[in-house]
C-alpha cells in the first residue's frame, strides 16, 4: 500500500504463530453482510451464527473471543494449527491487516509484534 510507511510480506504468516489473532483483547468489527458470509461458510443460519459467534460492543458488531490460559484469541483461531478457521470469509478488517490508519502513526511497534511488516 502506498500510503503506508511499511510493506507486508505474508510469507511470515506460518511462521509467527498468529499473533494478529491474539493478545489482550480487542474487537473485530463485523457487518450483517460478512456476517452471512462466515455463517454461509460454515454452513449455519446467520441467526444461529449470531448467536454463537457475535456479541455486540460500542454500539457495534464484534467477534467474539476465547480466552486461553489469560490470552484472548479470536473465536476462528486454532491455537494448535494457529491458523484461522475462516480464512476464506475473514472480515474485512482482518484482510486488511495490518493497514490500518493507527498504525501509521507507530509503525516500528508494528514491526516489532508483526514480523511480516518491512519498514521502508
Request: net charge neutral; with cysteine; aromatic share 12%.
Amino acid at each position: 500500500m502506498m500510503s503506508f510507511p511499511y510493506n507486508f510480506n505474508s510469507d511470515a504468516c506460518p511462521g509467527c504463530r498468529g499473533q494478529c489473532c491474539r493478545g489482550l483483547g480487542g474487537y473485530v468489527w463485523v457487518g450483517m453482510d460478512e456476517i452471512q458470509a462466515m455463517a454461509q461458510a460454515l454452513a449455519m443460519e446467520t441467526d444461529t451464527f449470531t448467536r454463537q459467534y457475535v456479541r455486540q460492543a460500542q454500539g457495534r458488531l464484534s467477534l467474539r473471543e476465547r480466552v486461553i490460559n489469560g490470552e484472548h484469541l479470536c473465536c476462528f483461531f486454532d491455537p494448535v494449527d494457529c491458523l484461522c478457521t475462516i480464512y476464506q470469509s475473514r472480515p474485512q478488517q482482518c484482510r486488511t491487516f495490518p493497514f490500518w490508519n493507527h498504525f501509521k502513526d507507530d509503525p516500528q511497534k508494528l514491526a516489532m509484534e508483526c514480523p511480516g511488516v518491512i519498514l521502508k
